[in-house]
C-alpha cells in the first residue's frame, strides 16, 4: 500500500516526536471503510508511531457523534486506540461551543464530565473564566453529546471541579 509505504518513509527520515493525522475520515474516503483495509491501515499507522516512539493524534470527523455505540462507526478501531477525546458542537441559546470529553483514556481514571473548550491559533484550552451573567458553565446542562442539551433541574445541577 502506498500510503503506508511513504507516511513509514517519512518517520524513518523525520524523526519527529509528534505527528497529528486530519483527518482518518480523508483516509477513509479513499481506501474504503467496508472490510479490512482501512483498520489494518490504521493498524499499521498506530503501530509505528509506539515503534518509533511518536506521540500521534488522530482526527476522525464523525458526523453522528451520538455517543459510543456509533463511535468511529464502520471503522471499528476504537480498540487501537489508548485515548479517545471527543470534541461536540454545543448549541444553548444563540451561541455554538465546544463541548469536550475524554471517551477513552486506556489504564486511567476516566473523569466523564463534558467541559467547554475553545481552540484559538494558540492551542485548545479548558475552559475556567467565569462566565458571562447570561451564560451558565455547561455543567448545568444535560444531554450535551446527543446534541439536545437541557437544562438540568436545579437540585441536580452540578458543579465541576477546578481544571487544572
Not at 59 to 69: C, F, K, R, V
Not at 96 to 110: C, F, L, S
Not at 125 to 135: C, D, E, G, M, N
Amino acid at each position: 500500500m502506498y500510503i503506508s509505504n511513504h507516511i513509514e518513509e517519512l518517520v524513518q527520515t523525520i524523526r519527529p516526536k509528534r505527528v497529528v493525522f486530519d483527518s482518518l475520515s480523508t483516509y477513509g474516503s479513499s481506501l474504503g471503510t467496508e472490510g479490512r483495509l482501512f483498520r489494518d491501515f490504521f493498524h499499521a499507522l498506530v503501530s509505528l508511531m509506539k515503534e518509533n516512539p511518536v506521540v500521534a493524534v488522530y482526527n476522525h470527523e464523525n458526523p453522528e457523534m451520538l455517543g459510543m455505540a456509533t463511535m468511529m462507526a464502520s471503522f471499528a478501531m476504537s480498540s487501537l486506540a489508548d485515548n479517545i477525546i471527543r470534541l461536540n458542537w454545543v448549541e444553548i441559546g444563540d451561541s455554538v461551543r465546544i463541548g469536550m470529553n475524554v471517551a477513552k483514556m486506556r489504564a486511567n481514571h476516566v473523569d466523564r464530565i463534558t467541559r467547554e473548550c475553545e481552540i484559538s491559533k494558540e492551542g485548545m484550552h479548558v475552559l475556567q473564566r467565569k462566565l458571562p451573567p447570561s451564560a451558565l458553565p455547561l455543567s448545568d446542562y444535560q444531554s450535551l453529546i446527543s446534541r439536545a442539551p437541557e437544562r438540568r433541574p436545579r437540585q441536580f445541577r452540578m458543579r465541576s471541579p477546578a481544571v487544572e
